[in-house]
């Protein structure tokens, strides 16, 4: 467990992170803040405290993976990357300009630290699972973790993924849901209700949790009890909010895949929390 002041650090690493996204897209005009800003405080926790990764090895082979099923929430990403190491803080700015690495979606070949590029929605689970089954095969001890948008696990092939990781007891796989109730055209539960979500994981036997997705101690906790848990794979329900951090777009679908203005973004950072 970590202790409180090891915890104000990383809530100051969760807005500097907030703070990169918002200037790369203000800079590159297009990209999709909503769902990077919903989730900042999940990646933060994985990457300066949970997860085993070297950013000066990006294919050690015992490193814990991440694989960002959200593909269009790569500027969280790349600014979580960009933060631990793995490239220079300032290359952010680069976010999709021609010849980029940072394109508009996570791209494994060019950049160090994507284990999988994606962008289609409902193909980064089933990856996790064979990522996550080679692993118990080889003896290897790394771990899986996945991120999901809930509007994602309307996908069919989300479901058929996790019948496979509880079939096969994957217990070093953890899925992740932004559970920010908002997708592309509006409300999850009109377009097509998800719930009662936690009931649909533990049906298909899985271990639930859920936590408050901004409450860094509580998802430090629910990280650390996944490692106990044996024979089953764990989801974790992070309960968030899309454009978190900016007040203005908190709540909006029209901040879902449109950005503001140039100006108007970077006068949104004096509001940043």
């Not at 796989?173 to 932004?178: G, P």
């Not at 908002?182 to 719930?195: A, H, N, P, V």
Request: net charge positive.
């Amino acid at each position: 467990m970590l202790e409180q002041i090891d915890v104000q650090k990383l809530c100051k690493k969760a807005v500097t992170v907030r703070r990169h996204i918002v200037e790369m897209l203000a800079e590159a005009g297009s990209g999709h803040p909503g769902g990077s800003l919903s989730a900042v405080e999940v990646l933060v926790a994985l990457y300066f405290y949970k997860m085993r990764h070297k950013p000066k090895n990006p294919r050690w082979e015992d490193r814990d993976r991440f694989i960002l099923s959200k593909g269009h929430a790569a500027p969280l990403l790349y600014a979580i990357l960009a933060e631990a190491g793995y490239f220079p803080v300032k290359e952010l700015k680069t976010l999709r300009r021609l010849n980029t690495r940072l394109q508009g979606h996570p791209d494994r070949i060019t950049l160090p630290g994507i284990e999988m590029t994606t962008g289609s929605l409902g193909i980064g689970l089933s990856v996790a699972v064979g990522i996550a089954l080679a692993g118990k095969l080889d003896g290897r001890n790394h771990r899986v973790y996945v991120l999901l948008g809930d509007g994602e696990v309307q996908e069919g092939s989300v479901w058929e993924a996790a019948m496979a990781a509880a079939h096969y007891k994957l217990d070093n796989l953890v899925a992740i849901i932004d559970r920010n109730g908002l997708q592309q055209d509006g409300l999850t539960e009109q377009i097509m209700s998800i719930e009662p979500i936690a009931s649909k994981w533990r049906a298909f036997n899985w271990n639930v949790f859920e936590v408050d997705g901004y409450n860094l101690k509580e998802i430090i906790n629910v990280l650390d009890e996944a490692e106990k848990v044996e024979n089953r794979p764990t989801v974790i329900i992070a309960h968030t909010t899309k454009g978190k951090g900016v007040p203005s777009m908190e709540w909006s679908t029209q901040c879902h895949a449109k950005v503001p203005s140039k100006n108007i973004l970077l006068s949104l950072l004096k509001g940043l929390k």
